[in-house]
């Protein structure tokens, strides 16, 4: 069963950092692209950031210049670097991962979202 957790969301002031992580677990492919979503109360989830297996990154334009997706180091995993918060960043924000083959199927899985609440 393939699991996506997420952590590092948490209460920062306007203008701080926070470094949200993502791990998966439960599947011995490597995910093509993975990625971070954001909802806000009442909406539907937005894209934040996304990275394929190749590297290339995809903003939205709200969190351009401010914050950067990586992959890391180990399989399956991701990071989303957050610089100069916003009030309107305050969103839960989940991990997303694009895992399959041709032989398998491929599917997107969810982590469980993380909150990240901007104070001012």
């Known amino acids: 069963q393939v699991q996506l957790v997420e952590s590092g969301g948490g209460l920062v002031q306007t203008g701080g950092s926070l470094r949200l992580s993502c791990a998966t677990s439960g599947t011995p492919l490597v995910a093509d692209v993975m990625g971070w979503y954001r909802q806000f109360p009442g909406k539907e989830r937005d894209l934040v950031a996304i990275i394929s297996g190749a590297g290339a990154r995809n903003y939205a334009d709200s969190v351009k210049g401010r914050f950067t997706i990586s992959g890391g180091n180990v399989k399956n995993s991701v990071f989303l670097q957050m610089d100069n918060l916003k009030i309107e960043d305050t969103a839960v924000y989940y991990c997303?991962?694009?895992?399959?083959?041709?032989?398998?199927?491929?599917?997107?899985?969810w982590g469980q979202g993380t909150q990240v609440t901007v104070s001012s």
């Open positions: 997303t991962a694009r895992i399959g083959s041709v032989a398998t199927g491929i599917e997107n899985y």
